[in-house]
């Protein structure tokens, strides 16, 4: 049988080096799309698998929740596994097992099962997510040619954030929800083949890099808050369930910071979030990610339910969101370096809050077009805001060696900003049968997140010029 190392060597000839990295970037791409297609596929099948599954709005919510939290909680270590294990290693098992954790979720025959399975879609996301990033780095060594290929992954992600409504609303509405998750299989299958052909090792493995116990309290902190978060609203803020998870989510956050600042290899070394462009990027990542998935969530519900729309015409209600997110992810670093980042991020963070203040004209009974163009504003204020721009601000902000470890924590409290908006907005505007009420809090609360996130970047951000 031929291993893995010898195929990586001989079926695409180390002569034809052009052949090999674009058949990686293929690879890659095609793994990211299904990555980011599961963060926005799924919002407009909630209302039918939970009236398949049933499980109640808890178990609605924990279907977004569980693969946003489980990124969210191992993105930090996800790179560190390719350093102990290989990154090439890493990266096809996370692929291979993504296709895995599709099919368990295509064949659920309960909420409980769907949930592990997004769980499960999420841990290989949290792997798969920094080592393409690291792969694309390593095999492009041409800083032109890195450049375009890392920039192709992110408006890769970009559109498929965007296509995620409309594909989700065509297949429930044509084949049934189960085929949101095995359109993933044949997907990640071409990735793992063309990764696997063109992949290359880098070096050996080194040993140590995994801090365990610092991970498994990070864990018991988010999904301890999240509990709470979404149970609260049910049980009774006192219920003695949410009092223990929120007791243990704040005793996990005492030790991991006790723990971080001991160790000799901390999962996010101490300081790095005093930097304050870190701290801005971070902020400013959560809180608009906290807005799209709290309206995602709730306007999902409110268009299914109260006004009876159809999976797919949901998704072309959302059409204007995604649309203009794929076009300022394809767009944004070009503005950035037309207007600076920090102009670039006030621009952002104000569309986002004049499109949030837009979207309370929805319960009024505004036509489309309308709310239509608030969508769009919340579209393309999350990547100018975020995303590649807010790298790019904390570039001259950190050295050279903690550039990976600040974008990791960027990425963490961009994942975290989408579990926590759901559940806010679960809890600002609950469910009264199939009626949604108070949706405006849930906009108001986004509006004045995204001016809280203008205004802290107007503060910390040094002034920078566009480029020549």
């Known amino acids: 049988m031929t291993s893995d190392s ?3 060597r001989t079926d695409i000839p180390t002569d034809r080096p052009e052949l090999r990295r674009r058949t990686l970037l293929w690879g890659i791409c095609a793994v990211t799309f299904v990555v980011y297609l599961d963060t926005s596929i799924a919002p407009v099948a909630i209302p039918t698998i939970a009236d398949r599954l049933g499980g109640g709005d808890t178990a609605a919510q924990w279907i977004l929740d569980a693969y946003t939290l489980a990124i969210a909680c191992l993105l930090l270590s996800g790179g560190l596994l390719g350093d102990r294990f290989g ?6 098992g996370g692929t291979g097992a993504f296709g895995l954790a599709s099919v368990v979720c295509a064949l659920a025959p309960s909420m409980g099962v769907l949930i592990a399975g997004r769980a499960l879609q999420g841990v290989c996301a949290a792997v798969i997510v920094p080592l393409s990033v690291a792969a694309l780095t390593t095999h492009f060594p041409d800083p032109t040619a890195r450049a375009k290929a890392i920039g192709l992954w992110g408006g890769t992600a970009g559109v498929a954030l965007a296509l995620g409504p409309l594909v989700g609303g065509v297949l429930v509405s044509s ?7 095995w359109i993933n299989v044949p997907i990640t299958v071409f990735a793992r083949g063309a990764m696997r052909l063109s992949l290359q090792h880098k070096g050996r493995p080194r040993g140590g890099g995994i801090d365990v116990l ?27 369930f949410v009092l223990v998870t929120l007791a243990g989510a704040a005793l996990s956050v005492a030790a991991f910071v006790v723990w971080e600042r001991r160790t000799e290899q901390p999962m996010l070394p101490p300081g790095l979030l005093r930097v304050p462009e870190v701290f801005a990027a971070c902020a400013v990542n959560f809180l608009g990610l906290f807005g799209l998935y709290g309206v995602l969530f709730i306007l999902t519900l409110y268009l299914q339910g109260e ?13 204007p969101l995604f649309g203009a997110m794929g076009v300022g992810s394809l767009t944004a670093s070009y503005v950035a370096g037309r ?12 569309s986002i809050c004049v499109g949030m203040l837009g979207l309370l004209s929805i319960p009024a009974g505004a036509p489309f077009a309308v709310y239509g163009v608030a969508l769009a504003l919340l579209g393309i204020g999350i990547p100018l805001s975020g995303g590649v ?9 950190v050295p050279a060696e903690s550039v990976g470890a600040a974008s990791g924590a960027m990425n963490t409290f961009r994942q975290f ?7 806010a907005a679960a809890i600002a505007s609950p469910r009264v049968g199939d009626e949604v009420t108070s949706m405006s809090t849930t906009f108001v609360i986004a509006a004045v997140g995204a001016l809280a996130g203008a205004v802290l970047t107007a503060v910390v951000l040094r002034p920078s010029g566009p480029r020549e």
């Open 6 to 8: 010898d195929i990586s």
């Open 389 to 397: 721009v807010a790298i790019a601000a904390m570039m001259n902000a």
């Open 214 to 240: 610092g991970q498994t309290l990070f864990i018991a902190a988010g999904v301890g808050v999240t509990l709470a978060l979404v149970e609260g609203p049910h049980r009774g803020w006192t219920h003695p």
């Open 417 to 423: 900003g989408a579990v926590f908006g759901v559940a």
């Open 175 to 181: 084949v049934g929800w189960q085929s949101l998750f």
């Open 87 to 92: 990154n090439r290693r890493m990266l096809l």
């Open 307 to 319: 006004r009876g729309l159809s999976p797919i015409a949901t998704g072309l209600e959302f059409l």
């Open 339 to 350: 207007l600076g980042t920090r102009p670039t991020m006030l621009l952002g963070l104000g």
